[in-house]
């Protein structure tokens, strides 16, 4: 069988061989390998926080996860 290049895929691509091939340990490594190059992204800073009442911090909490997720 011919060897699959993982670095050659998309992050999508390389997320479906991954789902499609669960028990390839190699395309789980190299799919965390990937993940953790990439910065980690923040959906919203503490100090966001501090001047919002509760109600405030639970609806913009709640659109940035929408927008997030695209909910």
Same mark, same amino acid.
């Given at each position: 069988?011919? $060897?699959?290049?993982?670095?050659?895929? *998309? !992050? @999508?691509? &390389? +997320? @479906?061989?991954? &789902? =499609? %091939?669960? !028990?390839?340990?190699?395309?789980?490594?190299?799919?965390? !390998?990937?993940?953790? @190059? %990439? $910065?980690? @992204?923040?959906?919203?800073?503490?100090? =966001?926080? !501090?001047?919002? *009442? $509760? =109600?405030?911090?639970?609806?913009?909490?709640?659109?940035? &996860?929408? =927008? +997030?997720? %695209?909910?």
């Amino acid at each position: 069988m011919k $060897p699959v290049n993982y670095t050659n895929m *998309s !992050d @999508q691509e &390389l +997320k @479906q061989y991954l &789902l =499609e %091939h669960k !028990d390839n340990k190699e395309a789980f490594y190299a799919y965390l !390998d990937r993940k953790q @190059q %990439h $910065p980690k @992204q923040v959906i919203i800073g503490a100090n =966001e926080l !501090d001047t919002l *009442s $509760p =109600e405030q911090q639970i609806e913009l909490i709640t659109q940035r &996860l929408q =927008e +997030k997720f %695209h909910l």
